[in-house]
């Protein structure tokens, strides 16, 4: 038998360690967690609250763990040295704790390693420490935090009978990012203008420009930092908005009738710093917008990766890299691009919360041959793996350089402007492809007279605020301090797996009863959903694992302060409104639609009709506005393809989608028409004059899995 004993997590680790370490070392996997809270006592918590200790219950997660701990006991026996190697976070060092408790370790080794490679490993293994008691009670108060928060908060939403399940400390705040954006879209009443632009037979267009007001989006010469966007995303030049189709006509005819000149060149050279290497939530955002992986699958493929050795460890808020590290890209850049090798290299500033201790993701080898890797992995991890090589070399190359031009002109007493820039260095950009491609503009000097070519104007309508995607949601999750890294993956599948939220057209859209049950917790819990709460919730826990608090009276303190009278006031709340016992899930006699009702955002019931006059056999009906006296009914109309109500006119915002016209920019909106029988949908153009020539073609089917035109193609 062999004399060393490493306890590790994932068995995806093991083949890869015992090439490490070899004959002498057993290495046994636990498999996760193999023990949890039990579910006995007060509301199944499996823990009891007593004065300033908080005493818990533990028994086996399920029974493949009641079968690894066995196998585990068998394998101690034998063995001289055991060491705990399980993932270097805050959750690791309490599965560690957890497997020394049941497997009775009197003197349990911890080591330590952020990449599965020989030095790292074995370097780890030569320095064990004790296990960290502050970052144990760290993992047990937010075991204990978010089961008290679930299973006591969780009955309130059963007695409403709608087939809500759960609530949760993290899952509930994050709901409520997603249930303001959605009321935002519901409200948005979308309005009409107008971009004014002239083009010169110079070789260059400008836009109307009013120095009054702020030009209402961003511009194409716009650069951005975001991984949640593509390299490409950006929105289209615009003039200063203009209100009406008299004001845009007057504008034109101006510039058509008046001489123009240039009276402002001016052109400045401006630096892009590179970015920083990548934390989990970043890796989320990159691999969702330019590879189209959810964050589910983002972390799967970058497991493997760890598994394997070539990246270090995936969940981590650090943008820190080691000295080797730096002085390898270094190296690199010397070999092979020496001008991108900076005079000083970037200092990346860590989040306050992060854990300093950890490093960023990045390569273990940066030398590693692209044409091995590929036999080696598959074309998913290849692509994840290349994003990560490129991204943590980007972030130790030089600040890209770029010169931005901007021209204003004048006919009679009004302005135009025009922008464009330049790339005159890529630097780090050379490898993370982040910037505009902007117009360049001809050479003109202040004074000089321009020829016009043309002067028009095109009309346009306020868009409402985009739902999020899931990597941007995580962008979000961040920023507000909502959850740690290794909570942003499943926070976003339970929301999914609750039926809260769906996921349309790449976009996270609540559903009905998600915004149900966001509105009944903003009634009954309302502290629990705003994100400075959560947020300081997530500090006291960084604080307990770095022994500035004492994990059992914060937990105890929080349910006395606050979580127990909360509780209390919302038991009242419910009594008042005759919600005292829990009731049975409703069933719903009528058939509901997917079309929401404009007044109150609940999902229109589908009526049957036998009338002659109606297109459908049906038509739509808010049973919740009935209640409250309100009678809201939509009819299907044949000639707009389209849901209406009597009188309606002009699209509701539910309506818009995240597609843009390629005519003219605007969001496209969705129609419904019936073919053969069948409910179909169309997208079409949001602009509310559709009858120009330039619209006719523009209208996209649901076919081949995706919206196509026979005109533009797929729409992407």
Same mark, same amino acid.
């Given at each position: ?13 093991? *083949? ?84 020394? /408790? ?10 330590? !390693?952020?990449? @599965? ?7 780890? @293994? ?21 089961? +008290? ?5 969780? %009955? ?20 409520? #990012? ?86 402002? #060149? ?30 589910? *699958?983002?972390?799967? +493929? ?60 990045? %390569? ?20 994840? !793996? ?25 006919? /009679? ?27 360049? +503009? ?8 321009? $020829? ?15 739902? !999020? ?31 809260? #939220? ?10 009905? &009863? ?8 903003? &009634? ?80 229109? $019931? ?111």
């Amino acid at each position: 038998m062999a004399k060393n004993l490493l306890l590790i997590e994932s068995a995806g680790k093991i *083949k890869k360690l015992k090439s490490i370490l070899g004959s002498d070392w057993q290495i046994k996997a636990s498999m996760g967690h193999v023990r949890e809270l039990a579910k006995d006592g007060e509301a199944a918590l499996g823990f009891d609250l007593i004065d300033q200790r908080v005493n818990c219950r533990f028994q086996p997660a399920n029974s493949r763990a009641k079968n690894v701990i066995k196998e585990l006991k068998e394998a101690v026996k034998y063995a001289k040295h055991i060491y705990l190697a399980t993932d270097p976070d805050r959750e690791g060092e309490t599965i560690a704790w957890h497997l020394a /408790e049941v497997l009775k370790l009197p003197n349990p080794m911890r080591v330590v !390693y952020s990449e @599965i490679t020989p030095s790292a490993v074995r370097s780890a @293994i030569a320095s064990p420490r004790p296990l960290d008691r502050n970052l144990v009670g760290s993992g047990l108060a937010r075991s204990c935090l978010d089961k +008290l928060v679930g299973f006591k908060g969780s %009955p309130l939403l059963w007695k409403l009978g709608n087939g809500a399940k759960s609530m949760g400390r993290v899952q509930s705040a994050t709901l409520h #990012v997603l249930a303001v954006r959605e009321r935002e879209i519901i409200a948005f009443k979308p309005t009409p203008y107008w971009s004014v632009f002239v083009d010169y037979k110079e070789g260059f267009r400008a836009f109307y420009f009013n120095p009054k007001q702020t030009v209402s989006s961003s511009s194409a010469s716009d650069l951005t930092n975001d991984d949640a966007k593509s390299p490409t995303d950006e929105n289209k030049p615009e003039s200063s908005k203009v209100l009406s189709q008299q004001e845009a006509d007057r504008l034109v005819q101006i510039a058509k009738t008046n001489p123009h000149q240039v009276i402002k #060149v001016e052109s400045k050279t401006t630096f892009r710093k590179p970015p920083p290497p990548f934390i989990t939530s970043s890796l989320q955002q990159a691999a969702g917008s330019r590879l189209k992986y959810n964050p589910k *699958k983002t972390m799967e +493929l970058a497991q493997k990766l760890y598994e394997k050795g070539l990246i270090t460890y995936m969940r981590t808020d650090s943008v820190v890299l080691s000295a080797d590290f730096r002085a390898a890209v270094r190296d690199w850049l010397q070999r092979k691009d020496p001008n991108n090798i900076p005079d000083r290299q970037p200092n990346h500033r860590n989040n306050k919360n992060a854990q300093e201790a950890h490093e960023a993701i990045r %390569p273990t080898d940066i030398n590693k041959p692209s044409v091995q890797l590929k036999q080696e992995l598959s074309d998913e991890e290849f692509q994840l !793996y290349l994003i990560i090589w490129l991204r943590a070399v980007a972030s130790l190359c030089k600040s890209a350089r770029l010169r931005k031009t901007t021209i204003t002109t004048q006919s /009679e007493d009004i302005f135009w402007q025009a922008k464009g820039s330049i790339v005159e260095f890529l630097g780090y950009a050379k490898y993370w492809k982040n910037l505009g491609s902007d117009k360049i +503009l001809p050479q003109v000097r202040s004074g000089q007279q321009l $020829s016009l070519e043309k002067a028009d104007s095109e009309e346009k309508v306020t868009q409402p605020p985009p739902r !999020y995607s899931e990597p941007k949601l995580v962008q979000v999750m961040e920023r507000k301090g909502i959850g740690r890294p290794s909570t942003y993956a499943p926070t976003v599948k339970t929301l999914k797996d609750r039926k809260y #939220v769906a996921l349309t057209k790449g976009k996270l859209k609540p559903t009905t &009863l998600g915004l149900e049950v966001d509105d009944f917790l903003a &009634l009954v819990l309302p502290d629990l959903l705003k994100t400075e709460f959560t947020a300081q919730m997530e500090r006291s826990l960084d604080e307990i694992a770095s022994g500035q608090e004492n994990w059992q009276k914060y937990l105890t303190g929080w349910n006395r302060n606050y979580f127990e009278g909360a509780l209390a006031q919302a038991e009242r709340y419910l009594a008042q409104q005759g919600h005292s016992e829990s009731q049975p899930h409703a069933k719903k006699e009528l058939e509901l639609s997917d079309i929401k009702c404009p007044a109150c955002a609940r999902l229109l $019931s589908k009526m049957p009709s036998k009338s002659k006059k109606l297109a459908v056999p049906y038509f739509l009906k808010c049973t919740h506005c009935k209640d409250r006296g309100k009678d809201v009914v939509m009819f299907y109309d044949k000639q707009r393809h389209d849901w209406v109500q009597p009188g309606q006119n002009t699209p509701t915002a539910e309506q818009f989608t995240d597609f843009k016209c390629p005519v003219c920019d605007a969001f496209l909106v969705e129609h419904e028409y019936v073919k053969d029988g069948q409910t179909k949908k169309m997208l079409r153009c949001s602009v509310a004059n559709r009858s120009k020539q330039k619209h006719k073609d523009v209208a996209f089917f649901w076919a081949r899995e995706c919206w196509w035109s026979k005109k533009f193609g797929e729409l992407r």
